[in-house]
């Protein structure tokens, strides 16, 4: 019996779905692609770790040393660095448990912590040294960057109840705390336990604590630049806090950095400017509503705004060593922007807004608002964003690095900004 040509493209069309959604399911429970041209974007994407469950660092701590040319990252069997030239994989650290707090800006090595220990690790020579022993409740979270100060947070417990807080610490991560992040943030800031920031002279062994208060602190980040200056947050529903302060190692010039002028403005997910000149930040006006990613000059105060759309919202924003672009790792529709379509990972051409306000009014204290023109470079459709992608500029501004489980297993990857060419998105699989 003939078939009708138009139940036979069907039936052609039904196979070829048939044929990719079991590549797709086999590239699921086996490995993912080492590479592909994204049909959606045309840029080239890279898969940088081997083993599943690998992760890149958080989106605002140093993964790369100082000369450019390796990364660290983490899996579940210790920390490994990749050569971004030749993506030959080497393990550092073997272990678990292990938590990583940056690479060092000025010898290159890994830091990251076991309990209450502190180490640190060569890259190049796998070495590893101990360089603090912590007391029960304290956590090395930040390194400066001339690598002479540990700093972290201090929580005033019992013992019982130490242990009972360095147990929550130990399964923050895992991928059941992260489902229910929203709720464990709620419980955590009700306890209104207190805490102090401490630093720690490596070379000395001197320990400073400041700021005692009952406020959660958190994501410490010292300057890429000033060696004494540290970034810090009073962690919890933004809504619910004046997040985000920064404070001296010698305790001096405790300052909000930014005050909310409406209800339910929030800010947050912080972060520095390669040179340490600008803290960047997530700004809503209100929480939901609309989007900026927002600037604070740390030497003059000035602020700069980039307008967003819903859809650009990303869960954290980055900027490119050289300041002139941004980066953002997109946002589930369930998640604070509710956008439609906002599962990519995105890049970002920053325009300020030409001012045509004449010499005669006062610029002082008004802030410089400005536009990004966004750019979509991976499709995040199947990325389940309990696990946050935390894009990161490469150092030579080539590629986005990210974490995804687009194939079940999370796994780093890397994007390329520049599009592919026509031979190379044919040849792609």
């Known amino acids: 019996m003939n078939t009708p040509l138009g139940l036979k493209k069907l039936n052609a069309a039904f196979l070829l779905f048939l044929l990719a959604t079991h590549a797709w399911a086999d590239a699921n429970t086996n490995d993912p692609p080492a590479q592909w041209i994204d049909p959606d974007t045309g840029h080239r994407v890279i898969r940088l770790s081997l083993e599943p469950g690998s992760e890149c660092f958080y989106f605002n701590v140093n993964p790369f040393t100082p000369d450019g040319k390796k990364m660290a990252f983490t899996s579940p069997s210790g920390i490994s660095a990749v050569d971004l ?49 912590l007391p029960l409740g304290m956590r090395a979270s930040a390194v400066n960057c001339d690598e002479t100060l540990l700093a972290g947070t201090t929580v005033l417990l019992d013992e019982a109840q130490a242990r ?16 229910s992040k929203a709720r464990n943030i709620e419980e955590r800031f009700a306890k209104h336990l207190t805490m102090e920031l401490f630093f720690l002279n490596l070379q000395t062994g001197e320990m400073k604590k ?53 209800a339910m403005e929030i800010a947050g997910h912080e972060f520095w ?75 970002f051409h920053p325009e300020l807004v030409a ?12 802030i ?27 150092p030579d501004m080539k590629w986005l690095v990210f974490r995804s489980n687009l194939s079940a297993a999370n796994h780093v990857y890397a994007v390329e900004l520049k599009k592919a060419d026509a031979a190379e998105a044919k040849s792609s699989p």
């Open 210 to 262: 400041f700021n005692r208060c009952t406020d959660w602190l958190n994501h410490l980040q010292f300057s890429p630049a000033d060696p004494g200056l540290l970034l810090f947050c009073h962690e919890g529903p933004w809504q619910k806090v004046d997040r985000i302060w920064t404070i001296r190692s010698d305790g001096s010039q405790l300052t909000r950095i930014h005050t909310r002028t409406m």
């Open 355 to 366: 001012n045509t306000a004449g010499t005669n009014l006062s610029q002082n204290g008004l």
């Open 85 to 133: 030239a030749t993506r030959k994989i080497e393990k550092v650290v073997e272990g678990r448990g292990l938590r990583v707090i940056l690479v060092g800006r000025k010898t290159g090595q890994v830091y990251y912590s076991q309990l209450t220990n502190v180490f640190a690790a060569d890259l190049e020579t796998k070495t590893v040294r101990k360089i603090a022993a």
């Open 164 to 179: 009972e807080e360095q147990a929550r610490e130990e399964t923050s991560n895992s991928d059941s705390a992260r489902k």
């Open 368 to 394: 410089k608002p400005g536009v990004f023109h966004s750019e979509r470079l991976v499709n995040m459709g199947r990325h389940d964003y309990a696990l946050e992608p935390n894009a990161t500029f490469t």
């Open 273 to 347: 400017s390669a040179d340490g000149k600008t803290i960047w930040y997530d700004l809503q006006t209100p929480r939901g509503a609309d989007f900026w990613v927002a600037g604070y000059s740390v030497a003059s105060g000035e602020r700069t705004w980039y307008h967003l759309q819903r859809d650009e919202w990303s869960v954290h924003f980055n900027v490119s060593p050289d300041g002139k672009l941004f980066c953002g790792d997109g946002g589930g529709a369930g998640m604070v922007a509710h956008a439609e379509n906002g599962q990519w990972i995105y890049l």
